[in-house]
């Protein structure tokens, strides 16, 4: 029997690539202002303000664009020019707009792991964006529900583990962050499994984490999740 | 027997003020450009950027403020300040942040209305900054589910009123807004209550519309729901 019924999965950087565009973008503001700011203080000023302004921007390239023009303009002392903030604005703009990329053997263990189990999308940030890449991306049609959240705590995936009908100890959710997909699903009782991104968004760190030790299971890359989830059934 | 089970509402301009912060950021702007711009041209080009920019960046403040910016730097032909650009930033925060006012009479009505029907909150928008003020205003707990979405056409409100469990013609819709509240409901076989709010969103402009023609009904405050919700039960 399939102990593990229904499987929640992230989307940037677990389904599609995202968090390469912010770190393009942070590569693309630092030659901008080169002529205006050392390198190292960018890199550490736009990650206080991106911070700084989380609570009230929330995630997302709209945000990020504010952020960027915000840091430019205090670390420029008001020198950066109109012409150089629209570049920025362009940049957050080319940046929505950019092509849905899924990271290899998406498609495949997607239809693989539909056959036996009811799939869920559980993915935070903008609304509008989300909807859209989630279109874009092809695979709507393969999730039962797809959840858009503001952020992902242990209530959020109680609540959306109780919509499933199924008892938390038959979900596991997929994901790339450990902050925002995995530690609050175990903590929640269901099953975290953990494939990390080549990029860490600076604010899902997590200094200290050990599998063995927090309840999760790590993988390297998607095309293990269908034998993950099958030894997470033989534990049950 | 009430026929009228479910209510769903608007939340911006029908239960709390939102619209006049939009107006009075443009005040503000032509105020803060007219060295630069003449203020009849400005309007115009803010209105036109924001509807080019709303297939990208959707409703809500973030995306309002990139346009705000993306106008000034085009107008000024890049002679706008980067202390200027820094001054649109801070009208969006501050627009971000704004208290939630509630309209007269609304937390009355509500507590009418919910003695006899059950109650949805539809909202569009910013997802956090939606989360943000249903919870500031004090209502959450009146309504039994709360829809954020990112359109109100006719399918948005055939999916949610599906999910109430109620036909169509067991459901009112109460807003500010023709194009989002009303119309599309009483395509969906829904009642529409009108309830116009001062200013208008350019957006939500409807060119012509009649109550008796088009089938729905307008109000001039929300202390008149309850006995409007009841003249549709004796309809029924």
Excluded: C
């Amino acid at each position: 029997m399939d102990v593990i019924e229904v499987v929640g999965f992230d989307g940037d950087d677990t389904l599609w690539h995202s968090e390469h565009l912010f770190a393009d973008a942070h590569e693309r503001v630092a030659t901008l202002l080169a002529p205006h700011v050392e390198r190292g203080v960018l890199e550490r000023r736009m990650h206080e303000v991106e911070r700084a302004n989380l609570a009230l921007f929330g995630y997302g390239i709209k945000g990020f664009t504010l952020s960027l023009i915000e840091t430019a303009i205090e670390l420029t002392e008001g020198a950066v020019t109109a012409s150089e903030i629209g570049e920025l604005l362009t940049l957050g703009k080319t940046m929505l707009a950019h092509p849905v990329d899924l990271l290899d053997g998406v498609t495949d263990v997607l239809a693989e792991v539909a056959m036996t189990r009811r799939l869920v999308l559980i993915t935070k940030g903008d609304l509008l964006h989300q909807e859209s890449k989630i279109a874009r991306s092809g695979l709507a049609e393969r999730f039962e529900q797809i959840e858009i959240v503001v952020d992902k705590d242990e209530q959020t995936y109680r609540r959306i583990i109780a919509a499933t009908g199924t008892p938390p100890e038959r979900f596991a959710m997929v994901g790339n962050s450990l902050r925002s997909d995995v530690l609050p699903v175990v903590a929640a009782g269901g099953h975290g499994v953990l494939i990390p991104y080549e990029f860490v968004a600076e604010h899902e760190k997590v200094d200290d984490a050990d599998p063995a030790r927090d309840g999760y299971r790590e993988l390297e890359s998607i095309s293990g999740l269908p034998a993950a989830l099958d030894a997470l059934d033989e534990l049950g």
